[in-house]
């Protein structure tokens, strides 16, 4: 069956400080992946979507990057983290064209 | 572009009561997917349902039931006999279909089951 790992589960950070959330996918090959951001109080916002290796759309410019540099493992990074990058990051994977998501746990992010 | 209205932001009931989660979302997609997500305190979420955009037929299961209506644009999902372990927050959203399966949520709905 298939699992999705994603690291650490809570983070504080001070501002201007570096950043690097792992997620990873096991049990399914060529998955799309994704980074979405939970601010407080709104819903979920999807930060990046990746179809294969090295392949990343972004979908809202910010302070953050993303990479993939294996078939299942996808990194959110940031050089200098900002007080509003803090929420609640949320990695999942899915299978092209079926739509449905399967989350992670989940990252909780404070900027201080 | 897309987008997905919640217009409840916190919903309180006793418990087995009913409740009705509404959701009304917009796009210009005549293919697409339609999704009812749970959040619990934990925050990871817990997929409940898809729907196809010609699939109009309402779902039931255990007691959840979901109402789709294409002519009014909404995805309404009703928990019968509430009970406390369904206090979460409830997400409705959607994505084009066939398509990266990028989601669009709505904010969410807060449900408060009290004993």
């Known amino acids: 069956s298939q699992t999705i790992h994603q690291w650490p589960a809570t983070l504080v950070q001070p501002v201007g400080s570096p950043l690097s959330l792992e997620c990873t996918v096991e049990g399914t090959s060529n998955p799309n992946l994704y980074w979405y951001r939970q601010a407080a109080g709104r819903g979920l916002q999807l930060l990046f979507y990746s179809i294969g290796i090295d392949q990343i759309s972004s979908e809202v410019p910010q302070n953050l990057s993303a990479s993939r540099p294996q078939d299942r493992q996808f990194i959110l990074s940031s050089k200098k983290l900002l007080l509003s990058d803090s929420g609640f990051y949320l990695c999942?994977?899915?299978?092209?064209?079926?739509?449905?998501?399967?989350f992670g746990q989940g990252t909780r992010l404070t900027v201080v | 572009a897309q987008k997905v209205t919640q217009a409840q932001t916190e919903i309180s009931v006793v418990e087995k009561e009913d409740v009705t989660l509404d959701c009304v979302y917009e796009t210009r997609d005549t293919t697409y997917y339609l999704f009812w997500y749970k959040q619990p305190p934990s925050g990871e979420l817990v997929f409940l349902i898809r729907r196809n955009s010609f699939d109009e037929q309402n779902e039931i299961s255990g007691r959840y039931s979901w109402n789709f209506q294409k002519s009014t644009s909404s995805f309404n999902f009703t928990i019968t006999a509430s009970q406390v372990v369904d206090s979460a927050v409830y997400f409705c959203?959607?994505?084009?279909?066939?398509?990266?399966?990028?989601?669009?949520f709505g904010k969410g709905t807060m449900l408060l089951v009290s004993p």
């Open positions: 999942a994977w899915s299978v092209l064209g079926t739509g449905k998501a399967f």
């Open positions: 959203a959607l994505s084009e279909a066939p398509g990266y399966s990028t989601l669009t």
